[in-house]
């Protein structure tokens, strides 16, 4: 089982980038999908999960509202479209799967996780 994470890159502030998540090797629609991202000797913190349906989101509190996760199911992939980015966005971001199927903003409510992409913003 493997979480491939993709789309991270440098960008300016005020600019845009969207993150890809694709599952293998299992399928996760009847999973909760969240995003996480750690910066720099800090701890991996919450962006935002997705439920199962993709019918209930949420976002901490710092990114609600300029990121959206979305996912496509037949295609066993999430995305994280990051809009009005700021340095403070700064970190590696890590997608991962829930144990259940409603979103959940614990760590230890997920049990696969993918191995982080980059997400670097100037000033």
């Known amino acids: 089982v493997q979480l491939q994470a993709y789309g991270g890159g440098l960008v300016q502030a005020g600019e845009s980038l969207r993150l890809s998540c694709a599952a293998s090797?299992?399928?996760?629609?009847?999973?909760?999908m969240g995003w996480f991202r750690q910066a720099p000797g800090k701890e991996r913190d919450f962006v935002g999960a997705?439920?199962?349906?993709?019918?209930?989101?949420f976002y901490a509190d710092s990114v609600n509202g300029r990121f959206t996760i979305s996912r496509d199911n037949a295609k066993n992939t999430v995305y994280l479209q990051m809009n009005s980015l700021k340095p403070e966005d700064t970190a590696v971001y890590y997608c991962?799967?829930?144990?259940?199927?409603?979103?959940?903003?614990?760590?230890?409510?997920?049990?696969?996780w993918g191995q982080g992409t980059l997400v670097t913003v100037s000033s």
């Open positions: 991962a799967a829930g144990r259940a199927s409603y979103a959940s903003s614990g760590r230890a409510d997920y049990n696969y």
């Open positions: 090797g299992r399928t996760f629609m009847n999973n909760a």
């Open positions: 997705i439920s199962w349906n993709g019918r209930s989101t």
